[in-house]
């Protein structure tokens, strides 16, 4: 039976190949961090590409914390959520993020993928109304599949386009909307206006949900997110984040806001019902980050130093650089094969970056994706220039 599935899937995955998207893993042999080992690659190489962004995915402070939880509440927990999954641990961590978002309430799952995908589904129905950014990460899109609610797309963080969806959402009948986007868009790195998106939902009667997947921790006067760039609070309803990236990087999502919004999701929430608790090791260590956050700002300010100092090297070399808001950099190339090129010969230079191109982001805006953390050294940021200078010079993209 398997023989012509078998042919089937190799035809695939040949022509994912010819397309150049078929996805190789690297293999890394030290923790995460700014420099690391990998297998098969002679000596260290400085790592470019993590949303490691509070460099905290190996503190010592939070790896502590984590076999502290561990050994005080177990490896696992054998359980969803609601039939004998919650410790104390759980709850106190949502209080935490509560507090850090200025919410009512928290929701954990598994992962930001599951907060997401078990939003909309349970809270709006055929009346309603989803109305998505078209840079919206997968997770957004496909929670808004599982919902009956009509769907409205509009262009990347384009205000006008959103105004026409709203209007159309009214023309259809639709009882509530609800304009979904993520707080910083993955490719370009840039800040969903908030401000104006709220102004927006006001106006038109909307509510609004933003994920702050790569935006909390980063965005900000403290690293905050979105909501306190912007001085959203109270105007964004609901908030889904994950503790994958900035915060810590194991593993875990939420759901954050309104009580009521919460109280619902833990009674309809598939991901949520029908998937097991977050472990003990990362719950305690999420807490003990949330505990760094509170006491110190000093991750936040040295990422945007970071990001500050990178961007205004690559800009005084010649590179053609996306106006960064966050801790993601764009240096575009514009071709596809020339991005291909570029991020190969950064590796032998020992820089890992990544280089995207259509259909992963417009046609002729290929480019090099640069992720910078506050776990990079002055000397990581200055390796990385020499190294972005002598490949743009060989590949003919500098001309000094
Ligand atoms: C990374 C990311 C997710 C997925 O988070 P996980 O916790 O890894 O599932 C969801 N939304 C956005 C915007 C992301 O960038």
Redo the contacts with the bound molecule.
């Keep these: 039976m398997y023989k012509n599935f078998k042919d089937h899937l190799a035809k695939e995955l040949d022509s994912i190949k010819e397309a150049g998207l078929y996805k190789n893993e690297r293999v890394i042999v030290t923790p995460q961090s700014a420099d690391i080992k990998v297998e098969g690659n002679d000596g260290e190489v400085l790592n470019f590409c993590a949303?490691n962004y509070l460099g905290l995915a190996d503190n010592s402070r939070l790896i502590e914390a984590a076999r502290e939880a561990m050994e005080n509440r177990g490896y696992g927990m054998s359980s969803v959520r609601f039939i004998c999954g919650t410790q104390d641990l759980h709850k106190q961590l949502e209080k935490a993020i509560s507090d850090y978002f200025k919410t009512e309430d928290t929701i954990l799952?598994?992962?930001?993928?599951?907060?997401?995908g078990g939003l909309f589904e349970p809270l709006f129905s055929e009346e309603d109304a989803i109305i998505s950014d078209s840079l919206?990460?997968?997770?957004?899109i496909d929670g808004v599949r599982l919902c009956k609610a009509k769907r409205f797309r509009y262009a990347n963080a384009d205000m006008e386009d959103l105004e026409r969806c709203l209007k159309e959402a009214d023309n259809q009948g639709c009882r509530f909307k609800i304009i979904a986007t993520?707080?910083?868009?993955?490719m370009d790195g840039n800040v969903a206006p908030m401000d104006k998106i709220c102004a927006l939902a006001e106006k038109c009667g909307a509510l609004v949900m933003v994920?702050?997947?790569?935006s909390a921790g980063v965005v900000g006067p403290t690293g905050h997110g979105v909501a306190e760039q912007f001085d959203c609070y109270g105007k964004i309803d609901i908030f889904?984040?994950?503790?994958?990236?900035a915060f810590g990087g194991a593993?875990?999502?939420f759901t954050t806001g309104p009580k009521e919004v919460i109280d619902m999701l833990r009674q309809r929430s598939r991901p949520y019902l029908f998937s097991n608790s977050v472990a003990p090791s990362i719950v305690g260590a999420s807490l003990e980050m949330f505990k760094m956050l509170k006491e110190s700002n000093e991750l936040n300010a040295k990422l945007k130093e970071n990001v500050n100092y990178f961007r205004e090297k690559m800009l005084a070399a010649g590179f053609d650089i996306k106006p960064t808001q966050s801790a993601i950099c764009a240096v575009m190339l514009y071709d596809a094969k020339l991005s291909q090129e570029f991020a190969a010969e950064m590796q032998k230079e020992g820089i890992f970056v990544t280089g995207f191109y259509y259909p992963v982001v417009p046609k002729g805006q290929a480019r090099i994706r640069v992720q910078l953390s506050a776990a990079h050294e002055r000397e990581h940021l200055d390796r990385a220039v020499d190294a972005f200078i002598k490949v743009g010079r060989k590949l003919g993209v500098l001309n000094k």
């Design positions: 949303n799952y598994a992962a930001c993928f599951d907060a997401n919206n990460h997968a997770s957004i993520d707080g910083v868009f993955s994920d702050e997947s790569h889904t984040g994950t503790l994958g990236k593993m875990g999502g």
